[in-house]
């Protein structure tokens, strides 16, 4: 590790979570830092959404420690919890008759305070996370009468709006078609090139390998491996965590690809 690097924007240390009573995750780990792009990857029900929940302090670890820019969560109050991070969930209530821009607003709405109006500062903020979400066009749209892609753009927005140092995103790319996927991908990319730490959450490897600095695999509710794509993602441990036969090719580093068997091994070939 070199030591100029910065310190963590986000650390999980040792993190067990139960929920009614059932272990779901088994001391996790999970690092992000300014500047970096950290993919949380692995199959169905392996924990990955718990593990970005109890990241972004919206459940309780009942072991380990979760901390923000240093900070236990534990000890930052509630109001203070936007100023620390963003969280797009992967299925965000969707309000009957809000417009896109009054969405961006409540995510500004920490800025403002409970009885002040937005300044020209917060209307700057809100315009900027539209622009960069390319919803400036949407504003005036109700969320109700969005595509999917639209709507998974316009929580971006909200999120942005926020200016957290930490995004934390759920799947923001599931039920995209590739052409919005890789606006999304483009977008969360530029976000951590910009300096903010970028948490995804994230079934695609190889867009994860294609614009994540850090892979996070995570297996039966444990971070079973931690490193770059190349590293991580090998065929081994992809038998091993998704019993596929799949290989990763890194491409140029922009474009990747996951070379899967998808069909059965004739027996002619089995052992060969
Ligand atoms: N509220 C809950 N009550 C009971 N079990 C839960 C609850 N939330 C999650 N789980 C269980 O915890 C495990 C991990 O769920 P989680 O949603 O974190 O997985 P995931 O890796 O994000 O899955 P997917 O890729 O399918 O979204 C699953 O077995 C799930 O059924």
Redesign the pocket.
Known sequence: MSVDRPDPLLEVRGVDVR??G?A??HGCDLTARAGELVAVV????????????VAAGLLAPAAGTVRWGGQDVGAVRARRRPHHRAYVP?RGRVPDGIRVREAVELGRAPHVGLLGRPTTTDHDAIDRALARTRMTGFAQRRLSTLSGGELQRAQLSVALAQEAPLLLA??PTASLDLGAAVTVARLLRALADDGLAVVL?V?DLALAAAIADTVVV?HR?RTVATGPAEEVLTPDRLAAVWEVDAELDPGDGARTALRVGWRPVPHALEGR
Do not use: M
């Open positions: 929920i009614g059932t779901i995750l692995g199959p169905n029900g392996a924990g990955k959404s718990t593990l970005g929940r992967q759920d799947e959450v079934h995570v509710g």
